[in-house]
């Protein structure tokens, strides 16, 4: 199609908008169109500038244009000063053109009942959930389309291909983090002579991702396994911190990984009622004690969460083992996480579509089993392999199943994956990932003929800013096109026990672009945050929040 001609204008103080219309089907490039926004933050060097560099946040359903209006709070100087930083919304999310699968606000919040908890315990949870997924799955099959069924992350690459030209650089250069590794790697794959840079961090493997052969009718966690990075990564701290001891951390006193046993065990049989005099009356479940433990995984300086959680509800759940004093201190705790994910839940107008933009892409583009009423069988599967989190990444895609999520896109793709491409593909994996198992970067970089891994021993979910050693990689790849050395294996800054941990609003950067643009752009040299990475999968309600 022609290269469409991009009207910039000057917005949130340091950054340029526009929008443009792309067809809403390639297939038939003069019919129906999209509306598509992007932002970019300028090059701070414009005659050194080697061209624009795409960034996408993750999701599916992140904000390109937050993450880009962000970039100097987390990018290196070096890449500021060289790149056009650019980011776009995919269609239906954000200042794109939304997608919206229900006529109003009450119609969304009477059909989303059953979905607002982590994850489904109880029976009578299980059948809310059923409910409910069947609910969206069939407005979004209706209601929601066309553009759930022009959702795919095929139509987003044929978009960014269409940017990619609108602003002027011959070949793409590309930062992707956690499902923006999907759009990554299906970019390289579609065009693969149309990049001369392209970073993945915090892998998704495509064939798991999408499902093929047989593993089509499984459930997508039992293909991706982020549950199992995050199991992984739970024991792991819970066995450091019974090393450090008592005085780095609370549950030392006894055997750490016992101890959060326990306290799920006894969550399981019965949930805490906490009645706080300052925030209230709060029920907390076991499935709000795995959320926030997800939760916490997803920041390095998380396990003084783990930690100091389940010290909390340990005492808690047996009030008479504990002073008074310290119940007291416990129930102040736990009711100030409580009384977070209870504002956090609290929204009505305007339509939030943050849930149908995640169902959009990842119904469209992979495969699901049929019957959502199959899900408590197959996440109780999960939950024995990789034990508290295969249920909460399992039933995130129930509103999927596939006789009730009808609509499709036929221009979907999917596969192959291991296309020879002219340049390399660096991929970026964490040992300690929460979402993205450290697994799919090695079976990604596998995969794709011309990639490097660069493997990080680092937490929290995704690598960039963990340490100089990964970020220094990244940059020198974008920057050089000169990839790490093969084997090369970096160590987070941050390991759990050894230091004290940040406040948690200096670890991650802003995404809402009205804190950014009140805060104004950073100065050069000023300390850098952790990218504004949003996960694969829907926002749950959690006693924690990052």
């Known amino acids: 199609m022609p290269t469409p001609k991009l009207d ?30 992007l932002l970019r933050v300028k090059a701070r060097d414009q005659q050194s500038r080697i061209g624009s560099l ?6 599916p359903g992140g904000s390109g ?11 290196s100087d070096e ?17 794109s053109d939304n997608v919206k699968c229900f006529p109003s606000v009450k119609d969304q919040t009477r059909a989303y009942a059953g979905l607002n908890v982590a994850f489904p315990w109880t029976k009578a949870e299980e059948k809310a959930y059923i409910d409910s997924s069947k609910a969206v799955g069939r407005a979004c099959s209706t209601t929601g389309k066309p553009l759930t069924g022009a959702m795919s992350t095929a139509e987003v690459a044929r978009d960014m291909e269409v940017l990619r030209r609108a602003v002027g650089d011959k070949k793409l250069s590309y930062l992707g983090f956690s499902y923006g590794t999907a759009l990554g790697q299906y970019y390289a794959n579609m065009f693969p002579d149309r990049f001369r840079a392209l970073v993945v961090d915090g892998v998704l493997d495509p064939n798991a991702w999408v499902g093929q052969g047989k593993a089509r009718g499984d459930l997508q966690e039992t293909r991706l396994r982020s549950a199992d990075g995050a199991y992984k990564a739970l024991h792991e701290i819970l066995l450091r911190c019974d090393k450090a001891g008592e005085q780095a951390c609370p549950l030392a006193a006894g055997d750490p990984v016992a101890s959060y046993e326990l306290v799920a065990q006894r969550l399981r049989k019965k949930p805490v009622v906490i009645d706080d005099p300052d925030a209230g009356s709060f029920t907390v479940s076991y499935a709000d004690f795995v959320g926030a433990s997800l939760s916490s995984l997803y920041s390095p300086y998380g396990y003084a969460d783990i930690a100091s959680i389940t010290a909390d509800l340990l005492v808690l759940t047996d009030p008479g083992s504990a002073t008074a004093a310290r119940l007291a201190q416990a129930r102040t705790a736990v009711a100030k996480r409580a009384e977070q994910a209870r504002q956090q839940r609290r929204y009505d107008f305007p339509y939030n579509n943050g849930l149908e933009t995640f169902l959009g892409v990842d119904c469209t583009d992979a495969y699901h ?34 006789n009730t999520w009808t609509v499709r896109d036929e221009d979907a793709y999917t596969g192959p994956f291991n296309r020879k491409t002219s340049a390399p593909v660096l991929v970026v994996g964490n040992y300690w990932d ?4 450290y697994d799919a970067a090695v079976s990604s970089a596998k995969l794709l003929p011309n990639s490097r891994l660069l493997s990080s021993d680092s937490w929290g979910h995704t690598a960039y800013g963990t340490s100089a050693c ?33 406040e948690p609003e200096t670890s991650r950067a802003a995404a809402p672009k ?9 100065a050069r040299g000023e300390p850098k945050r952790l990218p504004p990475v949003v996960a694969p999968r829907p926002a749950v309600g959690t006693l924690t929040v990052r």
């Open 470 to 502: 990964v970020t220094g990689a990244v940059d020198a790849y974008l920057l050089k096109g000169t990839l790490p050395k093969k084997g090369t294996r970096c160590t987070g800054d941050v390991q759990p026990f050894v230091e004290v941990p940040a």
């Open 8 to 37: 910039w204008y000057a917005c949130y103080g340091y950054a340029e908008c526009a929008t443009t219309r792309l067809p809403l089907d390639y297939d038939q490039p003069k019919g129906a169109t999209t509306e598509i926004a």
């Open 434 to 437: 929460p979402a993205t198992n």
């Open 514 to 522: 009205s804190a950014l643009a009140a805060e104004g752009e950073p």
């Open 369 to 402: 089993p049929t019957d959502a009423g199959a899900w408590p069988a197959l996440t109780a599967k999960e939950d024995k392999r990789a034990p508290y989190f295969g249920r909460a990444w399992g039933w995130s895609a129930a509103p999927c199943a596939r």
């Open 54 to 59: 795409f960034l996408n946040p993750g999701g």
């Open 65 to 75: 244009t937050d993450i880009a209006l962000a970039a100097p709070y987390f990018l």
């Open 79 to 95: 890449l500021l000063d060289r790149f056009d930083i650019v980011g776009v919304d995919p269609r239906g999310v954000a200042a």
